[in-house]
Each structure stands twice: as structure tokens, then as C-alpha cells.
């Protein structure tokens, strides 16, 4: 699949590694300085782009910016004939990490919905850049679990899918306004890997009896 990459920092060229490996034809863009994400897409077999040719080529676009430029990002899209799927990686953080600045009234992932009117946005914090960059992506053995939103199923299930080819679990966590929910929880993760002393070797495991997932 064609995968374009907004974001070309630890969490970007994590995912790209990941899906690179997998047989995916990726493509970095947002850098300010070209040369610079140039030789990262080189080292790692992917293209580098503008944001508008990244959006271009994606099948899936992959939304991974600092919450302060994420609107910056999302506007150098510019007009997208088609309707893609976003996968929304980011955490709206407070500049100095300290908190959210939105949650649980609405979500990250709604309000990049508003600015992406080509997107059908789904919703899944990935596992911290330390763990994607280590050789591999267990913890205590064991895949990390992560939350799949989206008001589209099928495109909850093909980020779920690629969440998979990362090396990590998907739990359907159903409708885009659960991210209003999922996204503080990936703030607890941040918490506790970076204020509470767990490190960042850390994830959510998930278990549940088959129910009758919407
Ligand atoms: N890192 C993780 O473990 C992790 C895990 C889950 C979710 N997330 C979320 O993913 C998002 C990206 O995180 P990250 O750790 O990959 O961030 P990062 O390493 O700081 O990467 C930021 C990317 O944005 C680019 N950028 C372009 N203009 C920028 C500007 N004016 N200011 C800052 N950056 C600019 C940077 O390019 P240049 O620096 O090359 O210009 C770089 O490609 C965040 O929302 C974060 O909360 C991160």
C-alpha cells in the first residue's frame, strides 16, 4: 500500500521503518530542512515529499506532527480531490507535556476532522518512538495494545491493520468521539513512561471476552 507520512521525526521514521520492512511504499514529508528528510527517507528505502505530495500519494496519510503545527501541517495539504484516510497519531500536549490542552468534550482526532475535510480520520496512538526503534516491539513478551477509532469501519480496519505491520495490537475501540477517552489514556502512558519513572518501554494490554463490537 501507499502510505504518505506527515511528520518526519521520531514517531514518522519510526512508522516508516516498520512499514517499509513490510513491503509498504512510503513517503516523508514536513521537515524544515529538505536535506535533512531527504537523507532520512534514502537511509530508509521511502520518498521524501511536500505535504501536498505526501497526501497525494498516500492510500492512508499518516498524520504524525507536534500538536502546535499540527493545523500548519494540515493546511500545506491543500486541496485533495479524493477522500483519503488520516491516521491521527498525535497527542494534542500541553507545550511543556504537563497535560492536554483538549479532552473529553471533544478529541484531537474530531478537531483535525474540522481541518481535514478530505479525510475520514481514525484515531490510534501508536507505541512510543523508543519501542519502535528498539529490535522489537514487545514488552514482557507481549505485543502493545492499541485503540482503533474511527466512524468508518473499514478504514478502522485497514489503520488496524497497519497498526499490526508496526508490531503492535489492534482493539477496535469503535466510534471517532471515543478518542476522546483513548487520547487521555495515551496521556497517562506519557505520564507514567517520562514523569512516573516506567520509561518508555510501556503499553497498554487489553483483555476482553468476545463481545458484540459495534
Ligand atoms: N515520539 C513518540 O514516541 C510518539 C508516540 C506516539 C505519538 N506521538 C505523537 O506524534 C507526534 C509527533 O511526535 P514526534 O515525537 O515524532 O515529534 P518530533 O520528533 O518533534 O517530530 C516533529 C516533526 O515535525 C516537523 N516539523 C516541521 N515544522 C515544524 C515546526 N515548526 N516545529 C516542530 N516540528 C516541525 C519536524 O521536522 P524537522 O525537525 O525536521 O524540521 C519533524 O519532522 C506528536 O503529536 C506526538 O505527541 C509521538
Not at 112 to 124: Q, T
Not at 140 to 148: A, H, K, L, R, S
Not at 168 to 176: C, N
Amino acid at each position: 500500500m501507499r502510505i504518505g507520512i506527515i511528520g518526519a521525526g521520531n514517531l514518522g521514521i519510526g512508522l516508516a521503518k516498520h512499514l517499509v520492512a513490510k513491503g509498504h511504499s512510503v513517503m516523508l514529508s514536513f521537515s524544515r530542512d529538505r536535506e535533512k528528510l531527504q537523507k532520512s527517507a534514502s537511509a530508509l528505502n521511502a520518498h521524501a515529499g511536500t505535504v501536498a505530495e505526501a497526501a497525494a500519494f498516500g492510500e492512508i496519510v499518516v498524520l504524525a506532527t507536534p500538536w502546535g503545527v499540527t493545523s500548519q501541517a494540515l493546511a500545506q495539504v491543500g486541496e485533495l480531490v479524493e477522500e483519503k484516510i488520516l491516521w491521527d497519531c498525535t497527542n494534542a500536549l500541553k507545550p511543556d507535556i504537563s497535560g492536554l490542552l483538549i479532552g473529553t468534550t471533544t478529541s484531537g482526532a474530531e478537531e483535525i476532522a474540522k481541518l481535514a475535510p478530505w479525510a475520514i480520520v481514525v484515531k490510534a496512538i501508536p507505541p512510543f518512538a523508543e519501542l519502535l526503534h528498539s529490535p522489537d516491539m514487545l514488552v514482557e513478551g507481549n505485543p502493545v495494545d492499541v485503540f482503533v477509532c474511527g466512524d468508518d469501519r473499514e478504514a478502522r480496519g485497514a489503520v488496524a491493520k497497519l497498526v499490526e505491520d508496526i508490531g503492535a495490537r489492534p482493539i477496535d475501540a469503535g466510534p471517532l468521539a471515543l478518542a476522546r477517552y483513548t487520547e487521555p489514556a495515551g496521556m497517562l502512558l506519557v505520564q507514567l513512561a517520562y514523569a512516573s519513572g516506567y520509561g518508555a518501554r510501556i503499553g497498554f494490554s487489553f483483555h476482553f471476552e468476545k463481545g458484540d463490537q459495534k
